[in-house]
């Protein structure tokens, strides 16, 4: 079983940037598209940024423009460079890789346990 584990967490504040990174257990284990997804106190998981094993990459409106989605496949990583941050990018972020199935025809989801990024004004 592989796992994902995020790191770089932490408190920002506004305007400032973090990076958070993410790492599977396996090197060797080849996810489809990797993302990264968010929740907030009270809110739904949010999908925040998605990039394909090509390379081609999705962002949330909320944060087109500031964060920057990155994998490298040689190390099995995924990382979020988060710039001009703001307090309402407070949330626990989740690392999310999704595995091919073709026994099953289908897809696997693997997650993160998250890190909590807060935002100071």
């Known amino acids: 079983q592989v796992q994902l584990v995020e790191s770089g967490g932490g408190l920002g504040q506004a305007g400032g940037s973090l990076r958070l990174s993410c790492a599977a257990s396996?090197?060797?284990?080849?996810?489809?598209?990797m993302s990264w997804y968010r929740q907030a106190p009270g809110k739904q998981r949010e999908v925040v940024a998605t990039i394909t094993s090509g390379g081609s990459t999705t962002y949330a409106d909320s944060v087109k423009g500031r964060f920057t989605i990155s994998r490298d496949n040689i190390k099995n990583g995924v990382y979020l460079q988060m710039n001009s941050l703001k307090p309402e990018d407070t949330a626990v972020y989740y690392c999310h890789g999704e595995e091919v199935v073709a026994s099953i025809k289908g897809t696997l989801n693997h997650w993160g346990q998250g890190t909590q990024v807060t935002v100071s004004s």
């Open positions: 396996k090197r060797s284990f080849r996810f489809n598209a």
